[in-house]
């Protein structure tokens, strides 16, 4: 399998422009989960899914974030407009089973201008 | 409120030296617990988790962790550290408590560990 594929990589934006990432569960996880990891704030938790319906948005910091999952094979999160202050290192994480390990993607590293 | 702590931000050790990472953690029922590690610009890797039985958890590159609930600790070990284990490791748990069964994790703030030859 291989693993939770997200992109792009890298993401170099200016201010006010709109940034999407992208998340490639792996197959058969139903659980799908959108962090973000600050030096100030450490992992934060800010969306996730099961059975691509959000279950719990409280981490979203405010509505410029967007998520979204039209299917078990895809996820995206949305900065609309992106500021300097989203500049973080965003993973995803999937699992099968609320009980069972959650397992990462490389992350997508984002800097705002 | 489900909370994780590890108390060190920063870690060193001695290569061969054991090594031991501490967490403490606040559930409202039976925890699920994980280390995590993440090298530089890495995503977190799973390294063992503990869900039941044996209080003492192997797990991988010759990790494990023991589950303390009179202490609700989780403390990462490894008898003889190499220089390659220097990383940020995470502790998280998981609340297993009937209907608030949510799968969400709980992490840790990270500690470093620095390895030294």
């Known amino acids: 399998d291989a693993g939770v594929i997200q992109s792009p990589r890298h993401e170099v934006t200016e201010m006010g422009q709109e940034v999407t990432l992208r998340c490639k569960p792996i197959?058969?996880?139903?659980?799908l989960f959108w962090y973000r990891q600050t030096m100030m704030r450490g992992l934060e938790l800010l969306i996730y899914f099961n059975n691509n319906v959000p279950i719990d948005d409280s981490g979203m910091p405010e509505d410029r974030f967007s998520a979204k999952m039209p299917n078990a094979s895809f996820s995206t999160l949305k900065i609309q407009p992106s500021e300097p202050r989203d500049s973080a290192v965003y993973f995803c994480?999937?699992?099968?089973?609320?009980?069972?390990?959650?397992?990462f993607g490389p992350g997508t590293r984002l800097l705002v201008l | 409120a489900q909370s994780v702590a590890q108390p060190e931000d920063q870690v060193n050790v001695a290569e061969g030296n054991p090594l031991t990472v501490k967490c403490t953690y606040s559930?409202?029922?039976?925890?699920?617990l994980f280390w995590y590690v993440q090298y530089p610009n890495r995503g977190l890797q799973f390294l063992l988790k503990y869900i039941t039985g044996d209080n003492l958890v192997k797990g991988s590159y010759g990790f494990e962790a023991e589950f303390n609930k009179s202490q609700t600790s989780f403390h990462l070990k490894k008898p003889s550290a190499l220089v390659s284990d220097s990383a940020l490791y995470f502790c998280a748990v998981r609340d297993i408590h009937g209907s608030s069964n949510t799968g969400k994790l709980i992490f840790g703030q990270g500690t470093t560990l620095q390895v030294k030859p």
């Open positions: 994480a999937t699992t099968k089973g609320v009980r069972e390990t959650q397992y």
């Open positions: 197959s058969g996880h139903d659980y």
């Open positions: 559930v409202s029922g039976n925890p699920y």
